[in-house]
């Protein structure tokens, strides 16, 4: 079984502000975790992901997240927030290795604000 | 690359009427479909799982003769919404996944609007 828990629903930073996105994951085998962005009435668009291997991983539009097992996160980072950055951000878990199936957490609301 | 489409963006119905939804892949061939349905301010709910040429796999509470799915092809697949009622009205998602390194990730639509009145 495999779930994860986004803390907090909703999260307003101020332009330029770190961006920190909280992602907390349970798996009974080696994850498969991504971060997926979606803009008002559009699909999701995914920021990164973390198979194997390196545990920082750097993605789309200066986002990055640190897997960390000990802490069963991988929490989702921006040094500086934009206005265009404002968006509904899930996380997701993948227990198969092949992105077979995905369960997301409840997403967190991002605002921006000048 | 790892494009995926839908079509309509959005469509309004009458009740009792059914709706189709196309899912493509656009520059990659698509092994596996999934179908997703999104209340507003909610996160995904899965709703089938598809392989090219065989029937799809519907998670537990989907009505399988309510919501019929065909994925003939490796880039398409469909979403038929048989005798849609008001409750159906969502937005529906679908992503695709490919081989080899594509299999690691799900590729999400732009989804699909319906409304039925």
């Known amino acids: 079984a495999q779930s994860v828990t986004q803390l907090g629903s909703h999260v307003s930073v101020s332009e330029g502000a770190l961006v920190l996105l909280r992602c907390n994951y349970s798996?009974?085998?080696?994850?498969?975790l991504f971060w997926y962005v979606q803009y008002p009435n559009q699909g999701l668009q995914l920021l990164l992901k973390?198979?194997?291997?390196?545990?920082l991983v750097k993605g789309i539009n200066g986002f990055e997240a640190e897997f960390k097992k000990s802490e069963t996160s991988f929490h989702l980072t921006k040094p500086s927030a934009h206005m265009s950055d404002a968006a509904e951000y899930f996380c997701?878990?993948?227990?198969?290795?092949?992105?077979?199936?995905?369960?997301f957490g409840t997403g967190t609301r991002l605002q921006v604000t000048l | 690359g790892a494009v995926v489409s839908q079509h309509p963006s959005r469509v309004i119905c009458k009740s009792g009427t059914s709706v189709k939804i196309e899912c493509r892949s656009l520059?990659?061939?698509?092994?596996?479909m999934f179908w997703y349905r999104q209340f507003p301010k909610q996160s995904l709910m899965l709703m089938a799982t598809s392989n090219e040429g065989s029937k799809a796999t519907y998670e537990q509470g989907v009505e399988k003769d309510k919501f019929l799915i065909n994925h003939a092809s490796l880039t398409l697949s469909t979403l038929t919404v048989t005798s849609a009622h008001p409750e159906d009205s969502s937005f529906y998602i679908c992503s695709a996944r490919g081989s080899g390194v594509l299999q690691e990730t799900q590729y999400f639509g732009p989804g699909t609007r319906l409304l039925v009145l």
């Open positions: 997701a878990v993948s227990g198969d290795g092949t992105a077979s199936k995905l369960t």
């Open positions: 973390y198979t194997t291997g390196a545990t």
């Open positions: 520059d990659f061939q698509a092994t596996t």
């Open positions: 798996s009974s085998v080696p994850p498969y």
